[in-house]
């Protein structure tokens, strides 16, 4: 198995694993609105919030792949495990950006 196909497979299990977090993100209390407010702020809200916010979670990931940063993996591991910590994302951020890229 090559280092494309282990990043594909890596980047399909963590947006497998974000994508329950940001549906969550999306729907607000509905114990705290009212009815006619509910399906308005959840789905022109919320949905796009959450979609922005896996984007930028995800910013080290894309730019270690489209750099074909050496350490793409490890790049991958750190921000999918520690990038919650906003310490782990910008390890991870500075390390995709400094990165050493492959040879083509």
């Not at 497979?9 to 114990?31: D, E, G, K, Q, Y």
């Not at 790049?75 to 390390?95: E, P, Q, S, Y």
Request: hydrophobic share 60%; proline share 7%; charged share 10%.
């Amino acid at each position: 198995m090559n280092v494309s196909e282990k990043l594909k497979i890596l980047t399909l299990a963590s947006v497998v694993f974000a994508t329950p977090l940001v549906f969550a993100s999306c729907a607000p209390p509905f114990w705290d609105m009212p009815d006619t407010w509910f399906p308005f702020r959840s789905v022109f809200f919320g949905f796009p919030i959450g979609i922005l916010g896996l984007a930028v979670y995800f910013l080290p990931i894309i730019i270690a792949a489209v750099r074909h940063a050496k350490s793409i993996v490890g790049i991958i591991l750190l921000n999918v495990l520690a990038g919650w910590t906003f310490v782990g994302w910008v390890i991870a951020l500075v390390w995709s950006l400094t990165g050493t890229k492959q040879r083509t």
